[in-house]
């Protein structure tokens, strides 16, 4: 099957800095593909297909400047071979294509639920406690704080600050990035028992010496749950983690991965307990991911995609955070605009 070919690198300021462990962020590069049938196959020869290849160095991903050489390579005419010869690395334009691919051939999308909860994410610091009473009140019961941002000792006398502020049922999710030791992990772990806490996400980078041994032991000795984020950067991560039995939370950035369909029916044969995120994706690549999330067969647990409004430029921002994100407003995202925005 033969397609016409077309890209548009972006580079989009962000609304407000995210800060994380890793740095503060202040604007998102990656780059926007689109397909066309060009063969005499039957099916709907206009039908047009997007993709977001939403790439993440830190992640171990590709870069925006190496997708953008294969990109212009290709010209404006690509065929299945060449999208299937991809080299595995290239997992976020691999990932960009098939979501493209399906639907510009017409292929049919599972069906998704009609709603599902979303976690509202706030900002790192004491900011964050006014920001919980706000998204409490509007009907959020889920929060993601970003930690291992500032001083160590001062963040964690802030979550008991935090956990008061939190409405009643309320849980708190703690991502730290990769930003501890085993130590400083313990001490968290040891202040998170009895509170509200969901899971502690990635506190030991994924570049530490035997870091996946200590995530192990760590979520084997505590009650709080750990959640892996960056210890997941690709499909054979998941299968590596499943095997070797990891009893806590899969943080999964669909947006990473080159085979999306095989890596959640390893995780739905494992019986895993999945959460899915957000790459700081455009709404071209926050459809796609949405579409998945909403039709996963596992526990609906609450989505790691309260993060819009998040660019400067509203136009590519996917649907406003809600409490919870309906199925009508992933249909609703139109990736034709976002595509058109971008000329």
């Not at 941002?149 to 049922?169: H, K, N, Q």
């Not at 010496?209 to 032991?217: I, K, N, P, T």
């Not at 899915?276 to 796609?288: H, I, Q, R």
Request: proline share 5%.
């Amino acid at each position: 099957m033969n397609f016409h070919f077309a890209y548009r690198r972006y580079c989009l300021a962000l609304r407000a800095p995210v800060r994380t462990a890793q740095g503060i962020w202040t604007e998102r590069e990656g780059i926007l593909v689109k397909l066309q049938r060009a063969d005499g196959a039957k099916g709907d020869l206009n039908a047009v297909g997007y993709g977001e290849a939403a790439v993440l160095p830190t992640f171990g991903t590709e870069t925006v400047e190496e997708v953008e050489v294969v990109c212009r390579e290709w010209g404006d005419r690509i065929n299945v071979a060449q999208m299937e010869g991809l080299p595995a690395r290239f997992r976020c334009l691999r990932h960009a294509l098939a979501t493209a691919r399906e639907a510009a051939g017409g292929q049919v999308l599972p069906e998704m639920r009609p709603a599902v909860g979303v976690a509202a994410l706030v900002s790192a610091g004491p900011g964050a406690i006014k920001q919980i009473r706000e998204k409490g009140d509007s009907g959020f019961r889920v929060f993601k704080w970003k930690v291992g941002v500032g001083d160590r000792a001062d963040e964690l006398s802030l979550l008991d600050d935090v956990c008061a502020a939190l409405p009643e049922g309320g849980k708190l999710r703690l991502d730290a990035n990769g930003a501890w030791d085993r130590r400083w992990t313990e001490r968290w772990l040891e202040r998170c028992a009895e509170r509200p806490v969901e899971f502690l996400e990635q506190p030991i980078a994924v570049t530490a010496r035997g870091a996946d041994d200590v995530l192990r032991g760590l979520a084997n000795d505590w009650p709080t749950p750990l959640a892996l984020d960056e210890s997941l950067g690709g499909d054979g991560d998941i299968q590596r983690w499943i095997e070797l039995g990891w009893p806590g939370v899969f943080v999964v950035k669909l947006s990473l991965l080159a085979d999306v369909v095989g890596a959640l029916a390893r995780l739905e044969k494992a019986k895993a307990k999945v959460v899915f995120s957000s790459a700081l994706e455009t709404a071209v690549g926050a459809k796609a991911a949405l579409r998945v999330a909403l039709a996963w067969n596992g526990e609906p647990r609450a989505l790691g995609f309260g993060v819009w409004p998040l660019f400067a430029d509203r136009r590519f921002d996917g649907p406003a955070a809600a409490p919870f994100l309906r199925s009508e407003d992933v249909s609703r995202i139109d990736e034709g605009a976002v595509w058109n925005a971008l000329s």
